[in-house]
């Protein structure tokens, strides 16, 4: 029998703030910032090329607007758990690790 | 039915309701979750701008060169220096519009004359570069014909001015000429700048807007700004007098050119004043530069048109600012002019581009240190070995920027030497 733990918001909202910051590191460091230039129309080299600007720029916005928002969310869900004292688990997940937010761990049985 | 068996009922129907209106546990994790989003984007995204905005010290300097100009400087100093390089980036422009590779020229010679104009340490390679930036063209000219540099559609067509000659040519040449004798004079130049005009002014007389045309049958706000800014300049210089028709042009424009809604000069418009459907209204990305060029016409008139320009098409949205390319409720249709616009916004990067240099010129320091947040934001600024250029803009975008941030010198100089 498989248990299921619940995962905190804030787990979940850092986990997803990191897997879109490696995104954008990927996308950097392929050198895709070269292509934003479809931004003014000039980038006329393919449609790889136009491709890879366009993910670039999604990347990076994602980056610069959800991350951050993502980071602080995880904070404020860590401290309404820490002053309720109660947690709020969240949708769950057949991760093993333990939580380690504030919040009483209860696996649920299946 | 009894008392008690009535209040079973009651009861029951109540739990019944409290437990239909109970949401799924699933379903309250994700309202939660999305509380706790919408909270932190509530605090997030009001500063977001903060994390891109810089002291407009860093772009704008009241002597010398500021910062981010001289690094931006650097980038483009070295690929106009090298005739390879030089030709490589002209010929990425010119593929994708010819338009570009010809005013990513005159804006490079505008901001290296007033480079040299800050700093006398550029001067020697300025006039080098500026030198062979005229050439070239005039030699391309020469060899391709009058044509070369105007889009597909200024090959074809009936011209209502014979013999056919675009004033956006002519006009932006003999700019290029003007600012270059400013800085020092060339004698070689001066019969050069002297036919331009004497080619422009009769075209320009034969209107009854007094307006030659760019393309066939079209006339642009932008072009005919640009020559009058050039007849302005060799009247400094040479000592000629076209006083008769700035005025008449600014008493016709103010009369005949003026969107009845927000008081701004329309953009395109026949030989005859009727407004073209290329550019019936006013556009951003023609008013910000004609409200610069009538700066040493009328300057009157434009700090009025940069003041409507700036209510019309001016915006800022949580610190960051940008142009519209047409005032709300008089959208036109996207174009090589107006760039890929932003939906709901209807911002356009060629017209912020353009609104820099005006919120520069006519130093409007908030709307500017909020346009380069957003330059900072979006324009993709990148550096490598001591330059700088923005990726998401062009050559002939980055030359925009770089006579945004050193604007000023030249503009004085014609003012100075008008007194005079």
Redesign the interface.
Known sequence: MKTKRPVSHARRFLRDAVVLSVLFLIAHLLGLRQYTSVLSGTASCGSLRRLGGVMYLTFYFLFVVCVPVLVIAAGLARALAAVTGSGTPTASSEDPQPDDSAEPQQPALR | MTGPCKDVETADRKRGDSESMKLSP?LR?AV??LG??A???C???PC?HL?FRRDIGQYRATQGLSPVARELASTYLAVWSDPLLRERELA??R??NPEWDFMSRTYMVLALANMSLRDSRYKDEAIEIIDAIIDDTLDREKAEGHTHFLLAYGHRGSWAVDPPRSIFVDGEIALMIAARRLVEEKPTYKQHLTERIALMVPRMRQSPVLCAESYPGECWLFCNTVALAAVRMGDVLDGTDHSELLESWVRTAKAELVDPQTGILISAFRVDGTPAPAGPGPEGSSIWMAAHMLAVIDPELARDQYRRARRALGRSFLGFGYSREWPRGQEGAMD?DS??LIPIFGAS??ASGLAVLAAAAFEDEDYLRRLMTSLE??G?P?AAEGGLRY????QV?DAVLLYAMTEGPLWQEVRRRARR
């Open positions: 699933r994790r939660s979750a706790l989003l909270v932190a984007a605090i997030w995204v977001l994390l990425t422009m593929r994708r090589i760039g890929p990067a060629s934001c979006a993709f990148t990726q998401a803009s062009n975008g």
